[in-house]
């Protein structure tokens, strides 16, 4: 978060003209990013902005409305391909997103920070300069960027499935395990929901 501000600072420093749209992964990084920022450039001459899924749509709206002073947009992957704000010429990308993680072993659901995906980061360099030339200002190493993958893991095949294995239940499909998903989940995930599934009593002991 500090050298997202950092980045920012030296931005403002060069004279450099234009709005500045900040990823960061997460609320927690966003509010620490905003306190660096306020830090190193006070807010006389910026507007400090953030942008994540918890803030209401009036809140979320105002990074829209127009500002006499130069705009800094703190947000997540929210902006990455929902949101089209005008007038962001710099793009700084911390490389980073949050997902969740589902681990049928153990039943455990979590929230973990990960690399971003090379496609991910493209659509975030995309942001900058759409109605002029802009700049991408990347907090990670060119070998980081390498070792990527290309795609992000479908949530498919991270997530809990008992809500897609019920829903699909419902629908009449028996054969959850031999179904043609387009991006096939883990066994595992799938056999983890069925038994959670019976065990509840959603399904009884025949699947149905």
Do not use: W
């Amino acid at each position: 978060t500090y050298a997202a501000a950092k980045k920012v600072q030296q931005i403002i420093n060069s004279n450099s003209p234009g709005d500045i749209l900040i990823f960061m992964p997460g609320k927690g990084e966003i509010n620490q990013t905003i306190e660096n920022i306020l830090s190193l450039v006070g807010k006389s001459d910026i507007e400090v902005l953030q942008l994540h899924s918890e803030l209401s749509p009036e809140e979320q709206n105002k990074i829209f409305l127009p500002s006499q002073k130069r705009k800094v947009i703190v947000a997540t992957n929210i902006a990455e391909t929902s949101v089209t704000i005008d007038g962001i010429i710099h793009v700084i990308d911390s490389g980073l997103v949050k997902q969740n993680q589902f681990d049928p072993r153990t039943g455990i659901e979590q929230l973990v920070l990960v690399e971003h995906a090379i496609s991910g980061i493209d659509q975030r360099k995309g942001r900058a300069g759409r109605t002029a030339p802009g700049f991408c200002h990347r907090l990670f190493t060119e070998k980081s960027l390498r070792r990527r993958q290309q795609y992000q893991t479908p949530e498919i095949q991270r997530s809990n499935l008992s809500q897609v294995v019920l829903a699909m239940k419902k629908v009449g499909i028996e054969d959850i395990e031999g179904f043609d998903f387009l991006e096939q989940p883990d066994p595992e995930a799938v056999s983890y929901a069925i038994e959670q599934l019976t065990k509840l009593g959603a399904l009884d002991a025949y699947g149905d």
